[in-house]
């Protein structure tokens, strides 16, 4: 257990609606970075956060959205969705901006 | 932008036999990191190399960082049905962004 959670861990949904994955890092953690992996692909790098504040962007869609809270969990929006948006979703934090990355065990995305 | 390369794309190996993973940056690097993925699971952080030229073990597994700070290796000796998974490279550069390599797929036949 990495101390990140993830949620939901499954989500099944249809093109064109819109869904919210939300991230809680590891406590004591400031940063967040968010991840799409396809089937047997790599990690694609979204998007990261570090204490409430975006600080570097990655291949993000622009139907593609995030945010890091107060309390410093975050959450990804994805809009306007794809049969191609289907993925694994990863989270991950660490302490500092270029620290060990802790994941999350995903949501895995099935668009239908 | 930085570009990272990691080869093989996938390996075969029969079990007891010796495994490499390569990964290259087309820039200077500030550290490396490593990260193991088994199937179905999640990356789990390996190790980070931070120094010119070193060179760092973990029982079978053994991880070198390039004199010039561009390329790294991960050695795995005799290898174990348990190592099967994919086999990440993390290079940081000093900035926010992360970059991920393509992985390496371990295939291990008993």
């Known amino acids: 257990d990495s101390g990140v959670t993830q949620t939901p861990k499954h989500l099944i949904t249809a093109t064109g609606q819109r869904v919210t994955l939300r991230c809680s890092p590891r406590s004591g953690d400031l940063s967040v970075y968010w991840y799409q992996q396809s089937l047997d692909q790599g990690l694609q790098f979204l998007i990261q956060y570090y204490n409430g504040e975006e600080r570097a962007k990655g291949n993000i869609l622009e139907r593609f959205s995030a945010q890091q809270f107060p309390d410093l969990h975050s959450e990804l929006n994805l809009s306007s969705l794809e049969l191609g948006d289907s993925a694994l979703y990863f989270c991950a934090s660490s302490v500092v901006r270029e620290g060990t990355q802790y994941f999350g065990p995903g949501t895995r995305l099935l668009v239908l | ?110």
């Open chain 2, 1 to 110: 932008g930085q570009q990272v390369m990691q080869i093989p794309q996938y390996q075969h190996v029969q079990e007891g036999e010796d495994f490499t993973t390569y990964c290259n940056s087309s820039t200077t690097l500030s550290n490396i990191q490593w990260y193991k993925q088994r199937p179905g699971g999640h990356p789990v952080f390996l190790i980070q190399l931070v120094k010119s030229g070193e060179v760092k073990k973990q029982k079978r597994l053994t991880f070198q960082f390039g004199e010039a700070k561009k390329n790294s290796s991960l050695h795995i000796t005799a290898t174990q049905t348990t190592d099967v998974g994919t086999y990440f490279c993390a290079p940081n550069t000093g900035g926010f962004k992360t970059i991920f390599g393509a992985g390496t797929r371990l295939f291990v036949k008993a």
